[in-house]
């Protein structure tokens, strides 16, 4: 069965097939269910189903108000005899031979509608009918004699009865229910009436129903639910209407339809092989076809309204309810004829024992006797409206032409001469609709509100826009204030740089006094030692002296004066200096002012600030013009200076020169020191190795003597791995033929599609078997405990052919509980955390993909990180078959809700639709059947009332891909997305994701063009019961 069959009208007996020919082709009910005189109540039923609680009236499923009462006037009421018409059988092979030497007891008069029954060879009985069929009529002439007035009548509001009534095997069931699938012409007058109906109703504002019942035993059975059994009769005592509470009430779509649904039914009812007929019906068929019309004419308010007493609407339509009873009675038969024993005995007193009961009623219906045994048995109970009622009834009496059954056909022919006796009268049922009325009411109201909540959606829109746009503009304003405030930092930065430089000026220009002053002291020495000097002129041994002192002071005087040009340049250099701070400054103070427009708290401070520093420059500036002046008399003194502070420079250097070769004399005698530590250390470590070469050449002794006995062990194992590789299978996808056949076993639409393919698959089955087989052998012999050892092997061809042997063991169920005992899975698991090697990543992944069919052995790989290893995997690889053993096993890990939540934090669900960049179809088919087990589960759950909220599939992106793959070439992986599709859409937090990403669209094109019934059938249902769903289809 498809994973996704969700409900549906379901047999407890063998008949599988038809269970799901029923499943498939049983659509939806629409709202507007109507109930009649014979309702078949039960709970709803999936697949349109309808189920009804009350016996005399019913209630729409979305609506609260209850229908109105039926009305009509003695006007309406016409009395109508029952028809009857009878028809011969032809003779079969068996007449022939029996009857041979004798004349037939049957002579037909078609033309004068009469009959004649011999006695003998001289006498003989007429009898008059309604119609007479001789054994060539045809079923489209038995038909618009017998059953096409009744429909017309149907089809007009009153109700009407079709009985068949006869001998077994003188072809009743022929006459009524024959399907004619092979030759048209055969149809019954099933299959003829529904097609009238069909014809002349809408689908739109019209609705038939059919009903298929079964009296079995005087046991009441649902045909098309058959594991509805012994339903109980229930009667109106006011109005006296039947009902059948649990009986299946189906909406017919259209003549195919119907033709599937009779075949259902007919495959469910009883028949057996007696001597009189092969295939004898053991119990009565009832078909109840319901037909609700429309009445398009308004009420005036006066007539019948008047004489009911109802309100005069004229806004409330009317509707008509009819129904046709097609009734295919079991043949009466004598026991010594039919030769039934046992279990076909009972059968057949039960059969007489109904027949009888309704003889009785029709010979008290034509002496209009004062009492009718209605009660006396189920089959006059069911029928009592047919026989003295309100509905125009056609009794047709099928008879036999062999002498041999003389008397039963003498009983069949008095049976329609009785009947012909009664008369019932017609009444006309209409009722107020108030069901349609409330359900456009509904519809109105749904659009209304569906249109508020537009408006709202819209307002909501419209708000999230506006505080958008609010956070961008708070955003905007926070970046300006931002640049603002780190433009101030950086004016502020640079006022500081400025007051550095200005404090560096200010030390120098202190400075430049502090020599000036010193040039002064030492020119007003000079002047004093040269007035000591004019003082000694006089003497003559001085003269000379003095004129050497003056040429060279003149000298000197002259240099001073290149000097003082020097420093007045430099002094000019200063002053443009000067002036382009000046001029930085303005261009700062522009800044700064137009920074005031926008921050109008740094405006003060600023302007305070720069006319600080230019007061400051001011006072700078005039104290350099005072310091000028004093450099003119300084030039004899800054001479003397320059020439002293040579002669201290020179001394200064040598005594740097011998303190520098002090600081390397030292160094060199801690650098030998250092050396000698080092060598003395170097011993020390010498010593500690030579101890520890001696113990390791120990150690490698004894090592040695390890390696030996392992290898001898090696040698034991590698024997032993030779048996496991002559018998190992060649094929590397071996372990996952177990669900290659599993997944052959699903795709079979039918129990014989299945058997095919299983038939099919037998060789590959029995290869398996045999394959399995030996490696079980070889596994009792060696010990899965010591294969599962060699998986730790070193050597990769050693663990390739162990793993491709536990994986083809866990192939089969009876093994997979004993490799997890071992410890099998764990070793698995290790395996792919440790192995780059991709054949044995692709083989452990597939023994993993069997383990997890198994339900305990899922949790077991969750709890152990088996799913984080697998989607490491497959972000490694790019190897197809890898990748469609790893997602083989996720989604056999996707079938079990209680690991949803463990799958998407290992990312397991990422790694699903992560593989399906690969691109290739089987790794493609996996993962759609991955998503819909786990859509299945989510679905189950929501339905069970156990998890709520939107689908973890829809939070890691697998809608966008299943809804961009749902065309995909593959079969399989079509189906699986088609149901992952439908699944999700069940679920109501899915419904704001799929109408964006278009997934309401997708659902519309499964329910026309999906190739399989069932999922039709489930998105059919979806898109119907979903108003956001209908809402969203109607505004586009």
Request: net charge negative.
């Amino acid at each position: 069965m498809a994973s996704s069959a969700s409900g549906g009208v379901r047999s407890s007996t063998g008949t599988h097939r038809a269970e799901r020919v029923l499943q498939q082709h049983i659509p939806p009910l629409s709202q507007g269910s109507f109930s009649s005189s014979l309702n078949l109540p039960s709970k709803s039923v999936n697949y349109g189903v309808r189920s009804k609680d009350r016996p005399s009236s019913s209630f729409s499923r979305r609506s609260v108000t209850p229908n109105s009462r039926s009305f009509s006037t003695q006007d309406d009421n016409d009395p109508v005899r029952v028809r009857v018409a009878v028809r011969l059988r032809p003779k079969n092979s068996e007449d022939l031979i029996s009857d041979a030497d004798f004349a037939d007891c049957v002579e037909l008069q078609p033309e004068l509608k009469r009959l004649k029954l011999r006695k003998n060879n001289w006498s003989s009985e007429s009898y008059k009918f309604d119609e007479v069929f001789t054994e060539t009529a045809s079923q489209k002439r038995v038909y618009e004699a017998v059953a096409k007035p009744v429909v017309e009548g149907v089809l007009n509001g009153y109700n009407g009865t079709v009985m068949a009534y006869g001998q077994t095997g003188t072809g009743k069931t022929y006459t009524v229910g024959r399907l004619g699938k092979d030759d048209a012409a055969e149809r019954g007058i099933m299959v003829r009436a529904m097609e009238d109906i069909m014809a002349n109703t809408s689908s739109i504002s019209e609705i038939v129903e059919m009903s298929y019942l079964q009296l079995y035993m005087e046991s009441i059975q649902d045909l098309l639910a058959p594991e509805k059994s012994n339903i109980p009769i229930n009667e109106d005592p006011k109005t006296g209407e039947v009902s059948l509470p649990g009986t299946a009430v189906i909406q017919v779509q259209d003549l195919d339809h119907f033709e599937q649904l009779l075949q259902v039914g007919e495959s469910n009812r009883h028949a057996a092989n007696t001597k009189l007929n092969a295939e004898s019906s053991r119990s009565h068929a009832i078909l109840v076809v319901y037909v609700r019309r429309s009445i398009h004419e308004k009420i005036d308010g006066q007539g019948k309204m008047e004489k009911n007493d109802l309100p005069g609407d004229k806004g409330i339509p009317m509707v008509r309810k009819s129904k046709l009873l097609i009734v295919d009675l079991a043949g009466s038969e004598r026991l010594d004829k039919s030769g039934s024993e046992g279990h076909l005995l009972e059968e057949a007193k039960f059969i007489n024992l109904s027949l009888t009961s309704l003889g009785k009623c029709i010979n008290a219906l034509a002496e209009n006797s004062p009492h009718i045994p209605i009660r006396d048995s189920k089959l006059t109970r069911l029928l009592r409206d047919s026989f003295g009622g309100s509905a125009r009834t056609s009794l047709i009496i099928t008879i036999g032409p062999s002498a041999r059954h003389r008397a039963e056909t003498t009983s069949t022919i008095m049976f329609g001469q009785r009947a012909m006796k009664i008369v019932n009268i017609l009444k006309l049922k209409e009722e107020f609709d108030y069901e349609s009325l409330c359900r456009k009411l509904e519809t109105q109201v749904d659009h209304l509100t569906a249109e508020i909540d537009r408006q709202q959606k819209l307002r909501d829109i419209e708000k999230y826009n506006l505080e958008k746009k609010l956070i961008e503009y708070q955003n905007s304003f926070a970046e300006a204030e931002k640049d603002l405030v780190t433009r101030c930092e950086v004016l502020q930065k640079e006022n500081a740089h400025l007051e550095l430089e200005m404090k560096d000026i200010l030390k120098e220009l202190n400075l430049q006094k502090d020599h000036n002053k010193l040039a002064h002291d030492k020119i007003t020495q000079l002047e004093m030692s040269l007035e000591h000097s004019m003082h000694q002129l006089e003497n003559s041994t001085y003269q000379k002296v003095l004129a050497d002192t003056t040429q060279m002071y003149e000298k000197k005087m002259v240099e001073l004066i290149k000097q003082q040009e020097d420093d007045q340049a430099i002094f000019e250099s200063a002053q443009e200096q000067l002036d382009e701070m000046k001029k930085l400054l303005h261009d700062y103070q522009k800044s700064i002012q137009e920074q005031e427009i926008k921050i109008s708290t740094y405006q003060k401070a600023l302007s305070d600030t720069a006319l600080m520093y230019e007061k400051k420059i001011e006072e700078l500036t005039k104290q350099l013009e005072n310091e000028h002046d004093r450099f003119g008399g300084a030039e004899q003194q800054l001479k003397e200076t320059k020439k002293l502070l040579s002669d201290h420079q020179n001394s200064v250097q040598v005594q740097e020169e011998t303190v520098e070769l002090k600081k390397m004399i030292k160094e060199i005698s801690e650098l030998h020191q250092s050396t000698r530590n080092e060598l003395q250390s170097v011993k020390a470590n010498y010593d500690d190795l030579f101890q520890e070469k001696e113990k390791i050449s120990e150690e490698l002794q004894a090592a040695r003597q390890r390696l030996l006995s392992e290898e001898k062990q090696r040698k034991a194992i590698e024997n032993e791995l030779i048996k496991l590789k002559n018998v190992a299978p060649e094929n590397d996808d071996l372990e996952d033929k177990k669900s290659h056949i599993n997944e052959t076993h699903d795709k079979g639409s039918s129990v014989f599609g299945t058997t095919m393919s299983l038939q099919k698959s037998s060789p590959l089955r029995e290869k398996l078997s045999g394959q399995r087989a030996t490696i079980a052998k070889i596994c009792e012999e060696v010990g899965l405990q010591k294969i599962l050892q060699l998986l730790t092997s070193e050597e990769t061809e050693v663990q390739i052919q162990v793993v491709k042997v536990v994986a083809n063991l866990a192939a089969e169920d009876i093994n997979q509980e004993k490799i997890v005992e071992e410890g099998g899975l764990d070793a698995l698991l290790m395996l792919l955390q440790a192995s780059e090697h991709p054949t044995i990543l692709r083989v452990a992944s597939g023994a993993i993909a069997n383990l997890a069919m198994n339900e305990m052995n899922q949790g077991l790989i969750m709890s152990r990180g088996g799913a984080r290893l697998l989607a490491t995997i497959a972000s490694k690889t790019d190897d197809s078959q890898t990748l469609r053993m790893v997602a083989g096993a996720l989604a056999n890990l996707c079938g079990n809700e209680r690991l949803h939540m463990m799958l998407k934090e290992d990312g397991g669900i990422r790694a699903l639709v992560g593989m399906v960049g690969c691109g290739n179809i089987d790794v493609m088919a996996q993962v759609a059947r991955g998503m819909a087990n786990f859509a299945k589960c989510e679905s189950r759950g929501i339905i069970q009332g156990h998890r709520k909220g939107r689908s973890l599939l829809i939070e890691d992106g697998a809608l966008e891909w299943l809804i961009s793959n749902s065309n995909i070439t593959s079969a399989s992986a079509r189906r699986h997305v088609e149901l992952a599709l439908c699944h999700l859409a069940q679920n109501e937090d899915n419904v704001r994701d799929f109408i964006t990403t278009g997934g309401v669209e997708e659902l519309i094109r499964i329910s026309i063009e999906s190739s399989r019934e069932d999922i039709r059938s489930l998105a059919k249902k979806i898109l119907k019961t979903s108003s956001a769903f209908q809402s969203h289809h109607g505004a586009e």
